[in-house]
C-alpha cells in the first residue's frame, strides 16, 4: 500500500504533511519504526479546513517526526491514535474541544477544558475571543495541493 | 477620573493596641507559661486539696446535703480543670508549632499571644451553629457531648497526689477504658449523624482506628494492673515507690505511648480528620460551639493521656519531699507539683511527635494495632505476671 | 428520610461517589476527580478538569509576540520563569535570533532557581497531603529566599517576565550571583533535615513505597514527562534530549528510579534538587561576568513558519507549537504541558488503591492547573 | 534479629526527623508583622508604575504611544495633542487601568524616554475594584513621591534630598556588576 505524503525537513526534525485518508496508516508506520513517545498533538483551525500537527519523538535516539494533515469544516473527522499513543487521549479531547476535529474510534470523546454544553470550538478564527461569531467570516477556498509523493522503497522515516 | 486614592491617605502605620507584635518578648511568654502552671497547679491544689479538706473538717461530708454539695462543687472544679488545661494547652501548642516552624505562633491577642485561646473561645461562642439540611439533629448536637464528657470522665480517676484523687475507684483502669471508649462514640457517631460523605468516612475510621487501639490500650494498662496488682491508680502510683514502671513495664509502656497518641487522634494516627484526606473527616461540618466541644475534648485528651503515662508509667506524683511527712498537705502540694511536671514534659514530648511525624494509612494502623502492637502488649501482660510472681516470690 | 442510607447515592449498592474537588485540600488546584469508593478502596476514578481554562491560546492569538511572554508566565505559576523559554525558543528558531552566551547562562540559573523553587513547593504541599504540617513552613521558608533573589534581578516573584527573544530582559543586580551562592550554601544545609523529615522517615516510607505503581511502558505510552517519567526508569530529560541554552555545556545527571511508586517521584525530586544545585554553581561559574545579556532581535517581529520547542520544567516536558503566518502576532501557538498529560495517568493509578493513597498518588504526580487547563 | 534492627533503625530516623525539627527551636522567627514591619522592595520590582516628570515639572512622556501598544492587558489609555510651541505631542490624558494590569512592566520596557517606571509602592490596595483605575494625575503624583524608580533605559535612577534626580550607584544598578569590575581593575 503507497501512502500519500510528503516530506520536508525543519530544524531538526522531519515534517511529514500527510493525506488525511493515510493519517493512520502513517502514525501506525511511524509507531512501528519506534517513535514511542507523544510529544504533542495540536489541533488549529486553518481558515480554509482544520489541521492537526502530531509531534513525535523517539526515546531510544531522540528523533523527531512531525506529522500533520488537513480535514475540511464539512467533515472533520480523523481517525483516533488514542491505541497507538494512549498520552493523545486527552489531547485529542483537547482538539475536539477547542478546535472542532472529531476523532473516530476515541474512547471517550467529551469536551475537557470547557463546559460539556457548549456548542462552539473557541479556537477557530471564526470566533472572537468572547466566543462570539465574527461578522462576515467567511471560509477560504481549500488550497491547491501538488501531487502526493510516495514513500520511498525502504523509507526508514524519522532518520534524516 | 481617577477615583485611586493618593498614597498619602494610606500610608500610615496603624496604631498599636497596647502591645508590640514585632517586638520577641521572651520574658512575658515565659511569665505567661509560669502563670498558666501556677494557675493549673493552684486550681488543682483547691480541687483536690482545700475543697476536701475544709468539707472533712467540718463534718459536712457525713449528710447528704453536704455530700451533695461536695460533689456539685468538685465537679464543676473538674470542669474548670478540663477547661483551663485545654485553653491552656490549645495556646501552647500552638506557640510550640510556631517555635519549631520558625514562625511566632498567634501574637496579637494580649502580651505575645498568650490570651488567644480567649478569644478564639469567644470567637466559637458568637459564631453560628450551623447544622447541614440533612443530619440528624438529636445525634448531631449530642456527639460532641459525648466525646467531651468522655475526656472529661477520664479525669476523675487520675490521681495528682497522695490522696487526692477525685474518686479513687478500685477499678480506676477498667474506668479509664470504659471512658476513653465512650469517646469513640461520640466521633463515630457525629461522623454518621452529619449526613456527608467526608463525616462517614472519618466516622468509620475513627471506628475501625478507635477500636482496634483499645486492645492494645488496655491490654497495656492490664499489664500494669497485674504487675502492680491492683486496679486502682492511687495504688499503682504507690506501687512506683521504689522504681518506676516505665523500666520493669517497658514493654506495654511503648504499646501504650503509641496507642495513646491513636486514642488522640493526633498526627501520625489522626486518620479520622485527615485534612487533607476527608476535609476533616467527622468535623467536616462541626461549627461554633459543637466543634469547640471536639476541639476542648482534644485538647483535654491531650492533657491526660500524658497523665496517664506518667501515672502508670513514671511514678506519678513521687519526687523527692525533702523531709515532708508524705501526709501532710504541703508535702501533697509538692506531690502534685511533680505530677503537673512529669505530666508537662510529657504533652511536650506528644506535641513534638504531632509537628513532626507525616499520617499512617488507615490499614498500616490496623497492621501496626493488631500485627504489632496486639502481639506485643499480650506479651507484655505475660511478661507482668512473671514479673509479679517473681516480685510476690522474692 | 433521614440518616446514613441517604448520602449514599450510586447505582452500585457497595460503591459511594464522592467528589474530590474542585474545592479539596488535596487536589492542589482546581482538579475535579470523580471517585467510587468501596469501603476505603478507590474502584473508579474520573478526573475532571478545565476548572482554570482561560484560553490562553486563543488570547495569544490577539497580542504581538513581546506582549505573550507574559501570558505563557500564568502557566505554571509555581515555576513561573520557564515557562517563557519554550516559546521563546520556538520564536528564536524561526527568526534566527542568535543568543549571547552570558544570557544562556543566566537563563539557566533562572531556570533552575525556579526548579528549585517549584520542588520546595511540591515538597511542603505534598508533605502536607501526607499530614506533616512541618516541612510545608520550611519549603516555603527557603522558596522565599529564592523568591527574593529573583526579585531584586527580575522584578517579580512568581511572574517575573524577565526571558526575552535573544536572551534575558535585563542584566543582573550586582549582588546576584554572591546571593545565589550564599542561598546554595544555605539550602544545602537544610537539604538534610527535608531528608530526615521527608524520605527517611519511617512513617513516609510506609506510605510511600509500593504506592501507585506506574510501568515504564503506561508511563511512555501516556506521555508521562518529569519525575514522574524518570521515576518509573525512563531517563528522558529534554535538557539532555534536546539541549537548550547553556545546558550542553553543563555536567549534571538526570536520576533515575525504577520502581515508578510514590517513593521514587519523591526521590527523583529531591535529587533533582541537588542536581540543580550543581548546575547552579556550574553556570556562575561559567557565567562571563560581562558582555551583553541579550542579542539583537528584529524591532518589528515578522515571523513565519512552524515550530515546536520543548524545555524541562520542574513538571516535564513543556512544549510550546508556534504558527506564524509573518504578520506580528502568530497564527495558532499550543502549549504542551506536562501536568495536563501527568494527570491522564489518574484512573490508571487510582483506581485500586486505598482512598489515603490516591492523596499521595496525587500529590505525587505534583499537578499546578494554571497549566493544566491554560 | 532483622526485626528488631528494623524496629531500632525507624526509631533511629523518626528520632533524627523529630531532632531536625527541634533544632528549629533555637532560631529566631521570620515572620514579618505587615502593617508594622514593611519589607525592602528593590526598585527593579513591579509593584507599581508611575510617571516621572523632569526637574523643573515637565513631563518627560512624550506621547510616543509606544506603552499603549506594549501593553498586553491593554489598559493604558493615551490622548495627545500636537505640540502648540514646538514640535512633538503634549499628553492630555494618560489612564492606567490597574484592575487588568498584569505588572508585566512591557510599557516601562518599550519607553524610549523613561517616563514610566516601576516603584516599590505597594500598599495600593483598595475595597472597590472600581477605585483601581489611575490618570495622570494620580501616576504624576506617585512618581513626585518616588524616592528610587528603575526603568531600562536610564537605570535605577535617585531623586536626591533637593529635588534634582541622577543614576544610582552601580551597587544599585542592575548590570552594575560590569561598571564594578570595570572600577576594580582601575583601581
Known amino acids: 500500500m503507497s501512502l500519500r505524503f510528503k516530506t520536508r525537513e525543519e530544524f531538526d526534525e522531519v515534517v511529514y504533511a500527510v493525506h488525511p485518508e493515510d493519517y493512520r496508516p502513517l502514525l501506525e508506520q511511524l509507531k ?66 477547542l478546535v472542532g476535529v472529531r476523532f473516530r474510534g476515541h474512547p471517550d470523546l467529551r469536551r475537557i477544558l470547557t463546559e460539556d454544553h457548549w456548542t462552539i470550538h473557541p479556537l477557530q478564527k471564526r470566533y472572537d475571543t468572547g466566543g462570539y461569531e465574527l461578522p462576515g467570516w467567511q471560509p477560504k477556498p481549500w488550497p491547491e495541493v501538488a501531487d502526493w509523493e510516495e514513500a520511498p522503497e525502504g523509507d526508514e522515516g524519522g532518520e534524516a | 477620573m481617577s477615583r485611586m486614592p493618593l498614597p498619602l491617605d494610606r500610608h500610615i502605620k496603624p496604631k498599636l493596641v497596647g502591645y508590640d507584635p514585632t ?56 470542669f474548670g480543670i478540663a477547661a483551663v488545661v485545654a485553653l491552656i494547652l490549645i495556646v ?22 498568650v490570651l488567644q485561646t480567649v478569644f478564639d473561645a469567644l470567637k466559637l461562642l458568637g459564631k453560628e451553629d450551623f447544622a447541614p439540611a440533612n443530619v440528624d439533629p438529636l445525634i448531631f ?71 482496634s487501639y483499645e486492645v492494645p490500650l488496655a491490654l497495656a494498662l492490664l499489664a500494669v494492673g497485674v504487675y502492680s496488682g491492683s486496679l486502682r491508680l492511687s495504688d499503682i502510683v504507690e506501687h512506683q515507690q521504689g522504681l518506676w514502671h516505665v523500666v520493669p513495664m517497658f514493654i506495654p509502656f511503648l504499646v501504650y505511648l503509641v496507642a495513646s497518641i491513636a486514642e488522640l487522634k493526633s498526627t501520625p494516627f489522626d486518620l479520622p480528620e485527615a485534612e487533607s484526606e476527608l476535609i476533616g473527616g467527622f468535623n467536616t461540618e462541626y461549627s461554633g460551639m459543637s466543634f469547640a466541644f471536639f476541639f476542648l475534648a482534644e ?14 508509667f513514671f511514678g506519678g506524683w513521687h519526687g523527692p519531699l525533702f523531709g515532708l511527712d508524705p501526709a501532710s498537705f504541703a508535702a501533697q502540694a509538692l506531690q502534685s507539683f511533680y505530677f503537673l511536671v512529669k505530666t508537662a514534659v510529657w504533652v511536650w514530648i506528644f506535641m513534638w511527635i504531632r509537628a513532626t511525624l507525616p499520617r499512617f494509612r488507615d490499614d498500616q494502623l490496623m497492621d501496626l494495632a493488631w500485627k504489632g502492637l496486639l502481639p506485643l502488649a499480650l506479651f507484655g501482660l505475660i511478661l507482668a505476671a512473671f514479673l509479679r510472681m517473681f516480685v510476690e516470690v522474692v | 428520610m433521614r440518616g446514613p442510607t441517604q448520602i449514599l447515592p450510586t447505582d452500585r449498592a457497595d460503591e459511594m461517589l464522592i467528589n474530590m474537588g474542585p474545592q479539596h485540600p488535596a487536589t492542589h488546584g482546581v482538579l475535579k476527580v470523580v471517585i467510587g469508593l468501596e469501603g476505603e478502596r478507590v474502584t473508579r476514578a474520573v478526573p475532571h478538569i478545565g476548572f482554570l481554562h482561560r ?79 512541618t516541612p510545608f513552613l520550611y519549603t516555603f521558608r527557603d522558596r522565599e529566599r529564592i523568591l527574593e533573589i529573583v526579585e531584586k534581578t527580575a522584578g517579580a516573584r512568581m511572574l517575573p517576565n524577565y526571558f526575552t527573544f535573544g536572551g534575558v530582559r535585563r542584566d543582573v543586580h550586582p549582588d546576584f550571583f554572591k546571593d545565589v551562592a550564599d542561598f546554595l550554601d544555605f539550602f544545602e544545609k537544610r537539604l538534610p533535615d527535608y531528608y530526615a523529615l521527608v524520605l527517611d522517615s519511617p512513617v513516609f516510607q510506609a506510605r510511600a513505597v509500593g504506592v501507585g505503581v506506574l510501568p515504564k511502558e503506561r508511563a511512555i505510552a501516556r506521555g508521562a514527562s518529569g519525575p514522574v517519567l524518570r521515576a518509573s526508569g525512563v531517563a528522558y530529560d529534554v535538557r539532555k534530549a534536546e539541549p537548550y541554552d547553556a545546558y550542553p555545556e553543563i555536567e549534571f545527571e538526570v536520576p533515575v528510579r525504577e520502581e515508578g511508586d510514590v517513593y521514587a517521584r519523591f526521590w527523583v525530586r529531591f535529587k533533582e534538587m541537588e542536581e540543580s544545585i550543581k548546575i547552579i554553581r556550574q553556570a556562575i561559574e561559567k557565567t562571563p561576568k560581562v558582555g551583553p545579556y541579550k542579542g539583537k532581535v528584529p524591532a518589528r517581529m515578522k515571523v513565519k513558519g512552524s515550530r515546536y520547542r520543548a524545555v524541562e520544567i520542574s513538571r516535564g516536558h513543556l512544549g510550546a507549537h508556534v504558527v506564524g503566518d509573518g504578520t506580528d502576532r502568530p497564527y495558532r501557538i499550543k502549549h504542551r504541558s506536562p501536568s495536563f498529560a501527568n494527570l491522564q495517568l489518574i484512573p490508571d493509578l487510582l483506581v485500586g488503591a486505598r482512598f489515603a493513597d490516591a492523596i499521595a498518588i496525587l500529590s505525587s504526580l505534583d499537578p499546578v492547573f494554571g497549566e493544566v487547563d491554560r | 534479629m532483622s526485626l528488631l534492627a528494623e524496629v531500632w533503625e525507624a526509631v533511629r530516623a523518626i528520632g533524627q526527623g523529630m531532632a531536625a525539627v527541634n533544632r528549629r527551636v533555637g532560631e529566631s522567627a521570620v515572620t514579618e508583622f505587615y502593617p508594622y514591619q514593611k519589607p525592602e522592595i528593590p526598585p527593579v520590582s513591579v509593584q507599581f508604575l508611575a510617571l516621572i516628570q523632569n526637574e523643573d515639572g515637565s513631563d518627560r512622556c512624550v506621547s510616543c504611544l509606544a506603552c499603549e501598544r506594549a501593553c498586553p492587558s491593554q489598559v493604558i489609555t493615551i490622548e495627545r495633542k500636537r505640540n502648540p510651541a514646538g514640535k512633538g505631542f503634549v ?13 508585566c512592566a512591557n510599557c516601562v520596557e518599550v519607553c524610549p524616554v523613561s517616563a514610566i517606571v516601576t516603584v516599590g509602592d505597594f500598599e495600593h490596595a483598595v475595597y472597590d475594584v472600581n477605585m483601581l483605575k489611575a490618570d495622570k494625575a494620580f501616576l504624576d503624583e506617585i512618581g513626585r513621591r518616588a524616592q528610587v524608580w528603575y526603568s531600562p533605559k536610564f537605570g535605577v535612577e535617585i531623586r536626591k534630598p533637593d529635588g534634582s534626580i541622577e543614576k544610582a550607584p552601580p551597587e544599585m544598578q542592575p548590570g552594575g556588576l560590569a561598571e564594578l569590575l570595570a572600577g576594580e581593575e582601575g583601581a
Not at chain 2, 471512658?179 to 466516622?203: E, I
Not at chain 3, 507574559?70 to 528564536?92: C, H, K, W
Open chain 1, 32 to 97: 512501528g519504526e519506534g517513535f514511542d513517545y507523544p510529544r504533542n498533538l495540536t489541533g488549529m483551525d486553518l481558515e480554509y479546513g482544520l489541521r492537526v500537527v502530531v509531534h513525535l519523538t523517539r526515546l531510544a535516539d531522540g528523533a523527531k517526526v512531525t506529522v500533520y494533515t488537513d480535514v475540511p469544516y464539512d467533515a472533520p473527522e480523523l481517525p483516533s491514535i488514542t491505541d497507538l499513543w494512549p498520552g493523545f487521549e486527552w489531547f485529542e479531547r483537547e482538539a475536539y474541544d
Open chain 2, 23 to 78: 517586638r520577641p518578648r521572651p520574658g512575658v511568654e515565659r511569665l505567661a507559661y509560669t502563670l498558666f502552671f501556677g494557675s493549673l497547679w493552684a486550681l488543682v491544689v483547691v480541687a483536690y486539696g482545700l475543697v476536701p479538706a475544709l468539707f472533712r473538717s467540718q463534718g459536712w461530708l457525713d449528710g447528704a446535703l453536704g455530700f451533695f454539695f461536695y460533689a456539685v462543687i468538685e465537679a464543676l472544679l473538674a
Open chain 2, 92 to 113: 501552647v501548642l500552638r506557640k510550640y508549632l510556631g517555635k519549631v516552624q520558625e514562625r511566632v505562633g498567634p501574637m496579637h491577642y494580649g502580651p505575645a499571644g
Open chain 2, 141 to 211: 448536637r449530642l456527639a460532641p457531648a459525648i466525646t467531651f464528657v468522655s475526656a472529661f470522665l477520664m479525669l476523675v480517676a487520675v490521681p495528682v497526689a497522695g490522696g487526692w484523687v477525685m474518686a479513687d475507684l478500685n477499678v480506676g483502669l477498667l474506668f479509664i477504658v470504659a471512658a476513653s471508649t465512650l469517646g469513640a462514640y461520640g466521633v463515630v457517631l457525629g461522623g454518621l449523624a452529619q449526613g456527608g460523605k467526608w463525616g462517614m468516612l472519618g466516622a468509620f475510621r475513627a471506628g475501625a482506628q478507635l477500636v
Open chain 2, 299 to 312: 485538647f483535654v485528651e491531650l492533657f491526660l493521656l500524658p497523665a496517664l503515662v506518667v501515672v502508670l
Open chain 3, 55 to 133: 484560553n490562553h491560546e486563543k488570547i495569544e492569538e490577539a497580542r504581538t509576540y513581546p506582549q505573550i511572554i507574559t501570558y505563557t508566565d500564568r502557566m505554571d505559576y509555581v515555576s513561573g520563569l520557564q515557562n517563557e523559554l519554550p516559546f521563546i525558543l520556538a520564536v528564536e528558531d524561526l527568526l534566527g535570533v542568535e543568543v549571547p552566551d552570558r544570557a544562556k547562562y543566566l537563563r539557566v540559573i533562572f531556570f533552575e532557581l525556579y526548579r528549585l523553587a517549584s520542588h520546595l513547593v511540591w515538597l511542603g504541599t505534598g508533605m502536607l497531603d501526607f499530614g506533616a504540617i
Open chain 4, 91 to 103: 499628553l492630555e490624558r494618560f489612564d492606567l487601568d490597574f484592575v487588568n494590569c498584569m505588572h
